[in-house]
């Protein structure tokens, strides 16, 4: 099983302030995915990153894939409240298809 | 509308009795799987189906069964519950073929076993 460890594993920041958040592993992955967990509510899929180097957006959220595809970020620009949660970064590996999370960063944006 | 749909949302029981918390999904998904979510160890999964009658362990499979016994549902048993699987719990489908596939969640269950 691939593990997935994401740092930091809390952030509490101002409305308006830019965040990173991180997705390291010692292993190649095959694709990674960003999941948003929102409180009292099961995780939904953000961005699924494929290609070393890739990088997306999604509004004010970038996502980046290392070239060695073995590490990932997410930026956040100017920070709103709405963003608040736990982001979760996740890779599937295996012939079974067994989706394995990192155990997530829980952001708070305070207005 | 897709989705995965999960009974009850909240539970709490006693040490022993058995309970089923049920998992339906609408998308024709190959792949269903449970979750337990606990603070600090992150989501793991229990057990995880590939398709009808195909089901397998997880990570974390002791004192949980299991059913596949048509595509759409895929129930999680408890035959004797006790404190140490008070969790939140998730069950999610995907399609089956590629690695990248997008993960679909319910909104969980909130067990508290007393």
């Known amino acids: 099983t691939q593990l997935l460890e994401q740092s930091p594993q809390f952030l509490s920041i101002q409305e308006g302030e830019n965040l990173t958040v991180y997705c390291n592993s010692s292993?190649?992955?095959?694709?990674l995915q960003w999941y948003r967990q929102e409180p009292g509510e099961g995780p939904v899929l953000l961005v699924t990153v494929v290609t070393g180097g890739e990088v997306k957006k999604l509004k004010r959220l970038t996502f980046q894939f290392g070239d060695a595809r073995k590490d990932s970020s997410l930026h956040i620009t100017a920070a709103q409240p709405g963003d608040t949660g736990l982001y979760l970064c996740a890779s599937v590996s295996g012939s079974n298809y067994k989706l394995t999370f990192g155990k997530g960063t829980l952001l708070t944006v305070n207005p | 509308e897709a989705q995965v749909t999960q009974n009850p949302r909240y539970l709490i029981t006693v040490t022993g009795k058995k309970l089923t918390v049920t998992c339906s999904q609408n998308m024709n998904h190959e792949y269903m799987s449970w979750y337990r979510q606990d603070p600090g160890l992150g989501l793991r999964q229990i057990y995880y189906?590939?398709?009808?009658?195909?089901?397998d362990k997880g990570d974390v499979p002791e004192g949980y069964k299991v059913s596949r016994k048509e595509k759409r549902n895929f129930p999680l048993i408890l035959e004797s519950p006790s404190p140490n699987q008070t969790s939140l719990y998730f069950c999610a489908s995907r399609r089956t073929g590629h690695s990248n596939t997008e993960a679909f969640f319910g909104q969980g269950t909130r067990l508290t076993v007393v």
């Open positions: 189906s590939m398709n009808v009658e195909v089901t």
């Open positions: 292993s190649v992955f095959s694709s």
